[in-house]
């Protein structure tokens, strides 16, 4: 059993794999940076570790004192993505810095051009750190999610129509947060150095039926827009909803030994909890 830092241990995955690791036998250390995480972590039954992303001794101070890492936290502020890019970045080397050469476990997440951020894992993994990359479906779904679907959702309440592009068959690939909380565990006890993880459950959940669904709970109409009207629709989403990227995580499923067992997103969806407000 290991004493495991984890950053991002106070957000929507963390959460999760805080729960999964205490229930798993592990002994958790979170990373907060406030009085309010500090005492959701408690409750979780997680020790606490004041810190932050800008505060680069308090990483450095977590991972020393910890059996291996998992890092979750990130700054969602999309107006500065760079900023959010290269702070990840900084947090991935401080922390690296401190495991070389010791064989511990580190378990990053990846981001859309995060390149910088994924070339230095994989580097690590030869300094002697047991990396693993885990590469999450862009739609973790489950109660508390304030992702993509939320947003669609939203934009289908205010625009009254569920829409979908061309003719909606674009896959979207997803995972439920509970299963995406087992592969963070399941990479830290096992996943082999310099491991690239696909975190996906549902291959590729044609768009159309996440539109159906949607326009069924709100009784708004389901219709086909063009990809010229997508961004005026969608918003930011205009390009995402757009998007063919069935995935398949077949050989991390192989490697680790770990099976998706929770809904499915179309499932998921359909048990109204994202529609209760
Ligand atoms: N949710 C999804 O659908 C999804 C999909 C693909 C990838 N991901 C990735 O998965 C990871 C976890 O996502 P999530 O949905 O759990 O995010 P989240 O709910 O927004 O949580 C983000 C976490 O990062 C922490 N954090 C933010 N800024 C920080 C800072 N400056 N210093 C220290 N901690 C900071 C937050 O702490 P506070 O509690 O103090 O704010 C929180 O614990 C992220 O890397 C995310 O990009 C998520």
Do not use: C
């Not at 993509?148 to 947060?177: M, Q």
């Not at 565990?185 to 669904?213: H, M, N, Y």
């Amino acid at each position: 059993m290991m004493r495991v830092f984890v950053t991002g241990a106070t957000g929507y995955i963390g959460s999760a794999v805080v729960s999964e690791l205490i229930n798993g036998g592990h002994t958790v250390i979170g990373l907060s940076r406030s009085d309010k995480g500090a005492a959701e972590l408690k409750k979780a039954g997680a020790e606490v570790h004041h810190g932050s992303l800008d505060d680069l001794d308090s990483l450095r101070s977590g991972a020393a004192n910890a059996d291996g890492v998992i890092h979750l936290a990130f700054i969602h502020d999309f107006s500065n993505f760079a900023h959010s890019l290269a702070t990840d970045l900084l947090a991935i080397k401080t922390i690296g810095e401190v495991l070389e050469g010791s064989g511990k476990p580190f378990i990053t997440t990846a981001h859309a051009n995060g390149a910088a951020s994924d070339n230095e894992v994989l580097a690590l993994a030869k300094r002697g750190v047991r990396t693993a990359i885990v590469s999450l479906a862009p739609s973790v779904h489950g109660a508390g999610d304030k992702g993509f679907v939320p947003e669609l959702i939203k934009i289908a309440r205010e625009k009254g129509v569920s829409a979908y592009i061309g003719d909606g068959s674009n896959r979207w690939p997803a995972i439920h947060r509970l299963d995406a909380a087992q592969l963070y565990r399941l990479a830290l006890e096992k996943a082999p150095a310099g491991s690239q993880l696909d975190g996906v459950g549902d291959e590729g959940v044609p768009f159309r039926s996440i539109a159906s669904v949607i326009g069924q709970f709100l009784n708004v109409p389901v219709e086909s827009i063009s990809h010229e009207e997508a961004n005026d629709h969608f918003g930011f989403l205009g390009t995402i909803a757009a998007l063919d990227i069935p995935r398949s995580s077949e050989a991390t499923q192989k490697l680790l030994g770990w099976q998706p067992i929770h809904l499915g997103l179309i499932d998921d969806l359909e048990q109204g909890h994202y529609f209760s407000s």
